[in-house]
């Protein structure tokens, strides 16, 4: 893979385990302050669905082979740049930083065919300065009852906006027409970020 990344090394890139909201959101101030002009072209995606069930393939915190895992959501920074040249930073992922569009979808997804529709994945996709923007999360989601942490912080105080305390949730949901950015299911999601060498081949003729 030869390209120009927006982060050449996944050890300089902000990270806490069970954080991915915020560790998303730390890539895209980064690109803010150090890569300004191509900020209009990355994304926080959100995968979830109702039920918060979606499988995850090629993940650090997966088992067996195949580095399965449940999550109730999860959260990976997109760079689009040009058809076909679109790039994964996922930071909990077992693929290479970054991966291409194409790779990332097929094995970490693989297809809803063979799965529950329960388990069905839809993608929250929100540019990067609306995210900025607006995402604010006050960590309550990892606090045990008694107050005590589910999984320890991050070190850096929490990310508020100046209008809310803690709307993960809105991110989270994925009934189309509410929260920022555009919902979509799986094939929706590739149709959208994926143009196969054919497809451009047949609109250059």
Known sequence: MTTDFLFPKIADCSYVSCY???????????VKRTRPEELSKCYAVFVSNEGRTVPLWRQKAGRG?????????????????????????????????????????????????????????????????????????????????????????????????????????????MSAGKGPGAVYSLSEFVQNFYKSPHVMAQNNK
Request: include cysteine; proline fraction near 10%.
């Open 20 to 30: 991915c909201e915020e560790n998303v959101w730390k890539l895209c101030e980064q």
């Open 65 to 173: 082979d195949d580095q399965v895992v449940i999550w109730d959501y999860h959260v990976f920074f997109m760079h689009n740049p040009s058809p076909n040249r679109c790039l994964v930073f996922d930071l909990d992922t077992t693929l290479p930083f970054p991966t291409y569009f194409h790779k990332y979808v097929t094995e970490t997804f693989r297809s809803d065919l063979a799965l529950r529709p329960e388990h069905h994945r839809f993608f929250r996709v929100i540019p990067a300065d609306t995210y900025l923007i607006e995402f604010s999360s006050d960590r309550r989601h990892m606090r045990r009852p008694d107050g005590s942490w589910i999984k320890p912080p991050p070190s850096y105080p929490p990310i508020l906006s100046n209008t809310n305390l803690h709307c993960l949730g809105d991110f989270i949901c």
